[in-house]
């Protein structure tokens, strides 16, 4: 049975950074594409980050500069490091992973991607 599951959220000021951990379970992801996804309240879930390879990253652009995802293979988990926390980053935090093929572009609609996390909550104050 495969499993994303996520740590790391909390109550943070702006400003303020959180690192967000995903831990798969129930097969192997080395080949996988790993992302981050997120759903402010009354909003469409929206990408973040997503990593492909261990070395080729994307970010949405509300994101780049302040955010790094990173993966490591050995223990199949993804990282979302958040830095420079806005009150606008407030969301519930979301692990996905998809076996794209090769040469496809990440998809960065939610549609596509086949395994999800429960979600983790993220609250910047202002």
């Known amino acids: 049975q495969v499993q994303l599951v996520e740590s790391g959220g909390g109550l943070v000021q702006a400003g303020g950074s959180l690192r967000l951990s995903c831990a798969a379970s129930g097969r192997t992801f080395t080949t996988y594409t790993l992302g981050w996804f997120r759903q402010a309240p009354e909003k469409e879930r929206e990408f973040v980050a997503a990593?492909?390879?261990?070395?080729?990253?994307t970010y949405a652009d509300s994101v780049k500069g302040r955010f790094t995802i990173s993966r490591d293979n050995a223990k199949d988990t993804v990282y979302l490091q958040m830095n420079s926390l806005k009150p606008e980053d407030t969301a519930v935090y979301y692990c996905?992973?998809?076996?794209?093929?090769?040469?496809?572009?990440?998809?960065?609609?939610?549609?596509?991607?086949?395994?999800w996390g429960q979600g983790t909550q993220v609250t910047v104050s202002s």
């Open positions: 990593i492909r390879y261990s070395v080729s990253t």
């Open positions: 996905a992973a998809v076996n794209l093929p090769f040469g496809m572009v990440v998809p960065r609609s939610q549609v596509g991607w086949g395994y």
